[in-house]
């Protein structure tokens, strides 16, 4: 645990707001500590804080463009089924070394999300849900954490600006959204680390 009086790698406290985002992008960190001139620890920045703050700044300029328009979130994505066992689900998760899967329907459409959290179910010793599908095995894991939202994900639009995007990573606490057509169709996939990369370039 971080004390006023550790000492740790981390910004100084008069640093700027470009050396706090760089340090983010470049150095793959989600917090960084802050420094007083001692070297001692004073506080702990994370990234979603920064964006929080950049959204409700008058003061940064953010571009009018849309995250198509500026090439964001149009990476490939490892999608599964809602009719996948899980374990196979699993399988490729590990295979690709992502911690998510989009969730799709017979059309095409995501309906859901799987990710290495919902595996504590798992974990705690429930191994007959390795042999579920992944419709029934996350329906069974987000109705116990959220009744009234059984299978929630964040998306976003290619056509929602950077300041939207911005926003909504700053109201939601996630690092990472996807990114989906007017069909709710897979375009791609932004992380807060693409982000803070795009405003510092």
Not at 41 to 59: C, G, H, K, M, P
Request: aromatic share 4%; proline share 5%; hydrophobic share 40%.
């Amino acid at each position: 645990m971080l004390g006023a009086r550790s000492r740790a790698a981390g910004v100084p406290d008069s640093a700027s707001l470009l050396t706090l985002a760089r340090t983010f992008t470049e150095g793959g960190q989600r917090r960084t500590p802050v420094l007083n001139p001692n070297g001692d620890v004073v506080n702990v920045v994370s990234q979603t804080a920064l964006l929080r703050f950049i959204a409700a700044s008058d003061e940064v300029l953010l571009p009018a463009a849309s995250l198509s328009d500026m090439g964001l979130g149009n990476i490939n994505v490892e999608c599964t089924k809602t009719d996948t066992p899980v374990v196979q689900a699993l399988q490729t998760m590990h295979r690709s070394r992502v911690s998510a899967l989009p969730v799709l329907d017979e059309t095409g459409e995501v309906v859901s999300l799987l990710s290495s959290s919902d595996l504590r179910v798992i974990m705690g010793g429930d191994f007959n849900f390795l042999n579920c599908s992944v419709e029934e095995f996350v329906g069974h894991v987000r109705r116990s954490d959220r009744p009234k939202t059984p299978f929630p994900y964040i998306r976003i639009s290619p056509d929602n600006s950077v300041k939207e995007c911005l926003s909504k990573f700053a109201k939601t606490n996630v690092h990472r959204m996807l990114v989906l057509d007017a069909e709710r169709r897979v375009r791609g996939l932004i992380s807060v680390r693409d982000l803070l990369t795009a405003l510092i370039s």
